[in-house]
């Protein structure tokens, strides 16, 4: 079955870094659109950062460009997030998202937390 396994969330402080990481199976991930989105409670679910099938092409949101990067590994099936930077704005729970017209799988999310 299809699965989207994140992982590397946690507890940071402001001006740190973390890298999320996402595991794709049951599904032929080179074709995919891959995207990661957050959602901070009482807001809104805002797209954060997408990559195109073969990594040719990346965007980030203008809340977090500079700061993070979307990167995808097709022969690991893997898809991952590098934050630096991090603000606590920036807390949230991360998901990541496979993309093919019409279809989507998300993956459970995982919490990102920027504290003092």
């Known amino acids: 079955q299809v699965q989207l396994v994140e992982s590397g969330g946690g507890l940071v402080q402001p001006g740190g870094s973390l890298r999320l990481s996402c595991a794709a199976s049951?599904?032929?991930?080179?074709?995919?659109?891959m995207s990661w989105y957050r959602q901070a409670p009482g807001k809104e679910r805002e797209l954060v950062a997408s990559i195109t099938t073969a990594g040719g092409s990346t965007n980030v949101a203008d809340s977090v460009k500079g700061r993070f990067t979307i990167s995808r590994d097709n022969a690991k099936n893997m898809v991952y997030l590098q934050m630096n930077s991090l603000k606590p704005e920036d807390t949230a729970v991360y998901s990541c998202?496979?993309?093919?017209?019409?279809?989507?799988?998300w993956g459970q999310g995982t919490q990102v937390t920027v504290s003092s």
């Open positions: 049951g599904f032929i991930f080179s074709i995919y659109a």
């Open positions: 998202v496979a993309g093919l017209g019409n279809r989507r799988y």
